[in-house]
Antibody
Framework: EVQLLESGGELIQAGGSLRLSCAVS????????MNWVRQAPGKGLEWVSA????????YYADSVKGRFTVSRDNSKNMLYLQMNTLRADDTAVYYC??????????WGRGTLVTVSS | DIQMTQSPSSLSASVGDRVTITCRAS??????LNWYQQKPGEAPKLLVY???NLQTGVPSRFGGSESGTDFTLTISGLQPEDFATYYC?????????FGPGTKVDI
């Protein structure tokens, strides 16, 4: 059974840094690209970042480029999102999602990041 | 970036109704269009991928179709568990953009 479990979300002041983690199991981790998607309270879904299976290729939404860094440790089946210079509009539930071909087949339950200004 | 629009933004329906949600891309995305269902407090769930392919385990009352840059999600015979918000997503080009969502309620 595929499982994704995010952690690391918390209340943090604007300008601060936070690292989110996503622990995965149930599939061969390095065979799949992974994504981060966020959802601000009461709002829609926003794609944030993607990373290839090897970790060699990374992609970002313009809204987080230069502030967020996605990485993975394939030996530990872990996905990460390092978030720096956090802003109030980064407040959201952050989901990790497994990408199969061109769709997001599996999602974690999310972790809440609240940035106070 | 490719912009995705959805219509309607919300709709009221009854159990047994046929519901149609439309998603339009601002440019060609080929067939790289996915549909997700999200219920309050839950993660999104994949319903349809590549415009018209039903994800394993999703009831056959859900269906997807495409016509150029217009995509449609149809629910034939709405069930109580279908009341949720539905999002389309294009994965033709990064950034992978989502539509704003369509809320289906009673």
């Amino acid at each position: 059974e595929v499982q994704l479990l995010e952690s690391g979300g918390e209340l943090i002041q604007a300008g601060g840094s936070l690292r989110l983690s996503c622990a995965v199991s149930g599939f061969i981790f390095n065979n799949y690209a992974m994504n981060w998607v966020r959802q601000a309270p009461g709002k829609g879904l926003e794609w944030v970042s993607a990373i290839s299976g090897s970790g060699d290729d990374t992609y970002y939404a313009d809204s987080v480029k230069g502030r967020f860094t996605v990485s993975r440790d394939n030996s530990k089946n872990m996905l990460y999102l390092q978030m720096n210079t956090l802003r109030a509009d980064d407040t959201a539930v952050y989901y990790c999602a497994r990408q199969v071909v061109r769709y997001f087949e599996d999602w974690g339950r999310g972790t809440l990041v609240t940035v106070s200004s | 970036d490719i912009q995705m629009t959805q219509s309607p933004s919300s709709l009221s329906a009854s159990v047994g109704d046929r519901v149609t949600i439309t998603c339009r891309a601002s440019q060609s995305i080929r067939s790289y269009l996915n549909w997700y269902q999200q219920k309050p407090g839950e993660a999104p769930k994949l319903l349809v991928y590549a415009a018209s392919n039903l994800q394993t385990g999703v009831p056959s009352r859900f269906g997807g179709s495409e016509s150029g840059t217009d995509f449609t999600l149809t629910i034939s015979g709405l069930q109580p568990e279908d009341f949720a918000t539905y999002y389309c997503q294009q994965t033709n080009t990064i950034p992978f953009t989502f539509g704003p969502g369509t809320k289906v309620d009673i």
